[in-house]
């Protein structure tokens, strides 16, 4: 499948229809996972692992090449590093209530995280939370990052940080603060809900530990997300979500929590969601994610080069799109960001996103409380869409003064 081929397989996609440029949030899904999810609830409705009739063995082996394929994607070792979750919020969630943390120990994060990868750590009792602070042009500084990691000393338990920003699109060296994670024996999670859907990643290049995102912005359903690791990291956490299928053996006595991702998935799995995540997956190892990343900042450069000089407007992260993939936020000096966004809705049918963005520390340290105007894109966006939005943005701000 090419980009041309995965456009025309989304059915929300029309002539007539919006430009969808809310993609950081939850991306559109092809026909084929709508099929692979109806096809679920159709023809094979039944549990997998646990019913040993037809429908519970297509289903067994459905939820068994949806991890595999994550797996290829990804460059994991293979299925059994992939625990299914609801999206990254629970994957770290699992991570973050799952280790048995001492009084004193250290979480080092960016002033730029998603608070589901900050407020967490921060509800772990006697568990410091330190910042690494971003340049003032928006990069990563890793400089600072290694300085704060020091100072910590033995008492750093983990680095916790996002690959790519869902503010405003920029990346850290990953692999590099996982070095440094590493050279001061802290545990090394990689929240990244904002890269694997966009480019290639290789997690086993970067040296995570753990490894989260969402399936439902990478083309998959609601409701479906992974956290990555290996059997041996996930044994050294307490589950969150004990009960059915979590455990080898229990009695009236006591009970033997399952080796590796199993004791980590407790209750009825979201079988629906497998067979989507199977289809958006197959779909994603067929594409060049480099092409995806590439049209991503094709589309990102003619939005920025088209808003940057506008009264009032400033992106935000460095000027090159090259460095922002596929997000385009703009803060907008005496001007709403949310009456920008229902009036691109309204007047223009485009989709895009304002508000905090779930970073609300980083909009109030920067004084900024009503947040930016966001424009996200992917692989079945066109260039054509993105010069409509530019002459868009262009005629509001013409049209609305500053206050």
């Known amino acids: 499948m090419n980009l041309k081929q995965l456009r025309e397989s989304v059915p929300t996609i029309s002539e007539d229809g919006p430009i969808y440029l809310d993609n950081a949030c939850v991306t559109l899904r092809p026909q084929p996972v709508i099929d692979a999810i109806n096809h679920y609830y159709t023809r094979e409705p039944s549990c997998g692992g646990r019913s040993a009739h037809k429908w519970g063995m297509a289903v067994t082996r459905t939820e068994f090449s949806a991890r595999d394929g994550i797996a290829k994607l990804i460059g994991a070792e293979g299925p059994s590093d992939v625990v299914f979750t609801r999206n990254t919020t629970q994957a770290i969630n699992q991570v973050a209530h799952g280790i048995n943390w001492s009084k004193g120990d250290i979480v080092v994060i960016s002033d730029k995280e998603h608070n589901s990868n900050s407020i ?3 509800m772990q009792e006697g568990v410091e939370v330190k910042v690494t602070k971003t340049d003032e042009d928006g990069r990563f500084n890793l400089e600072h990052f290694e300085q704060v990691c020091s100072e910590a000393g033995s008492n750093l338990r983990m680095v916790a940080l996002s690959h790519s920003r869902n503010l405003d699109g920029t990346s850290i060296p990953a692999k590099e603060c996982g070095k440094i994670a590493k050279d001061h024996d802290s545990l090394y999670l990689l929240d990244a809900a904002q890269s694997v859907p966009h480019r290639p990643v290789d997690i086993r290049e970067i040296g995570a530990d753990f490894v989260a995102f969402s399936i439902h912005k990478m083309m998959g359903p609601s409701g479906m997300g992974a956290l990555i690791g290996s059997p041996d990291g996930f044994d050294q956490l307490k589950s969150i979500a004990a009960g059915g299928q979590t455990v080898s ?3 009236l006595d006591g009970f033997t929590f399952k080796p590796g991702a199993p004791h980590l998935e407790g209750g009825l799995g979201h079988y629906a969601g497998y067979y989507g995540t199977n289809s958006a997956v197959q779909i994603l190892n067929e594409l060049s994610m480099e092409q995806v990343h590439q049209r991503e900042v094709e589309i990102n450069t003619i939005i920025s080069k088209g808003v940057k000089n506008l009264d009032g407007i400033s992106i935000i992260g460095p ?13 907008m000096e005496g ?3 949310h009456q920008f966004s229902m009036l691109l809705d309204e007047a223009f049918g485009i989709y895009a996103r304002s508000g905090l963005h779930c970073v609300d520390p980083w909009f109030h340290e920067n004084q900024t409380p009503r947040g930016s105007l966001r ?7 066109t260039i054509d869409e993105a010069k409509l939005a ?9 049209a609305i003064p500053r206050t």
């Open 120 to 122: 967490p750590w921060r």
């Open 249 to 251: 053996h229990s009695s």
């Open 319 to 331: 000027e090159s799109a090259e460095e922002r993939g596929g997000i385009t936020s703009i803060l």
């Open 335 to 337: 001007r709403d960001p």
């Open 375 to 381: 424009f996200s894109s992917y692989a079945y966006n």
């Open 390 to 398: 530019v002459e868009a943005i262009s005629e509001l701000v013409e």
